[in-house]
């Protein structure tokens, strides 16, 4: 009895010694980990949209296609474009016509002044020799009222050519420096880009998502039409209680399990914390100096950067998982 009594004391003895351990053990290595369930995979994700409005006429993607930068996505019907851009260029060449015109201007300007010059100079010659003759009696002073008059309307003239040349010379010489050939230039660039936004394209890598586009919609500048994952920037959002976020640190190595993959084990980084809680983001904030306040303990999101995955494991956007934060 006395050796079954000292091996049950002894039994006591080592699982009292070994909770002890344990218990050391959770309260050591708890400490150098951080761990959550409330972790969900994100991606990058480029809502691709028109930059002009028209008629679908072609879709050269499905739904969960994977694309490359440069891709053909949709075409737009390129006709009114194209008239759009038919009908700057005729503006451009009107506005060139103008400016030639006005070149031609100065030179009829310059020649007229050149003439009505000579022919006020005549004018006033004859004027002065009229005169003198009237003084003389030879000629009357009905001719000598006609030559003043005459004299007059050629000074008026030559004043008129001379505004007209000073108005000619206002516009610019060079046809580029023209404010109508200037809004030409521009409504052709303009034309043009619409014209190459008609052809949409891929602007990354990536899978196709969420497309229900079919030739013959139309749409509009702006309007969403379907998402674009960008390949390669999956992360992970871990949304931790703000009483676990001490000795999170970015770089710090993080071990991820994710649900849809039993059994198996991903790596990260932390690459940043966010700036406050994710209800401090919320559409509706909470207002805790309002009415009844219960302390509840908040959440703050942490992004973690997935390294990369092979073909067999593609992630997925909402996906949970369960990440551990070892703290350095």
């Known amino acids: 009895m006395e050796r079954i009594k000292q091996h049950k004391i002894t039994i006591a003895m080592v699982l009292a010694l070994a909770a002890l351990l344990g218990g050391f053990a959770f309260i050591h290595f708890s400490g150098l980990s951080r761990s959550t369930e409330n972790a969900y995979i994100n991606a990058d994700v480029v809502n691709v949209a028109s930059q002009v409005s028209g008629r679908i006429i072609a879709v050269h993607v499905k739904d969960n296609q994977l694309v490359h930068k440069g891709d053909a996505l949709f075409d737009i019907d390129p006709e009114p474009f194209t008239i759009a851009l038919q009908r700057a260029q005729a503006d451009m060449a009107l506005a060139r016509q103008n400016a030639r015109q006005d070149n031609a201007e100065v030179s009829v300007a310059r020649a007229q002044i050149a003439q009505t010059e000579s022919d006020l100079a005549n004018a006033r010659a004859s004027y002065e020799r009229d005169k003198e ?41 060079k046809p580029e420096q023209r404010g109508d050939v200037l809004k030409a230039q521009a409504a052709i660039a303009q034309a043009k880009l619409d014209l190459e936004h008609t052809h949409v394209t891929a602007t990354q890598d990536g899978q196709i998502s969420n497309l229900t586009l079919t030739a013959g919609s139309l749409v509009g500048v702006g309007m969403p039409l379907f998402a674009l994952i960008a390949q390669d920037s999956f992360h992970i959002d871990a949304n931790f209680k703000e009483t676990e976020l001490v000795g999170i640190h970015p770089g710090e190595d993080v071990d991820i399990k994710i649900d849809m993959y039993p059994g198996q084990h991903f790596k990260g980084t932390v690459e940043s914390l966010s700036g406050g809680t994710g209800t401090a983001f919320s559409l509706l904030p909470p207002q805790n100096a309002t009415g009844n306040w219960v302390k509840i303990a908040q959440r703050v999101p942490v992004r973690i950067k997935l390294a990369p995955t092979d073909a067999e494991h593609p992630l997925r956007i909402g996906a949970t998982a369960t990440v551990s934060v070892q703290l350095k």
């Open 133 to 173: 003759l009237v003084a003389k009696h030879f000629l009357s002073q009905q001719s000598l009222d006609d030559a003043q008059t005459r004299s007059q309307s050629l000074q008026a003239a030559f004043e008129q050519a001379r505004a007209k040349l000073t108005k000619a010379l206002s516009a610019p010489e």
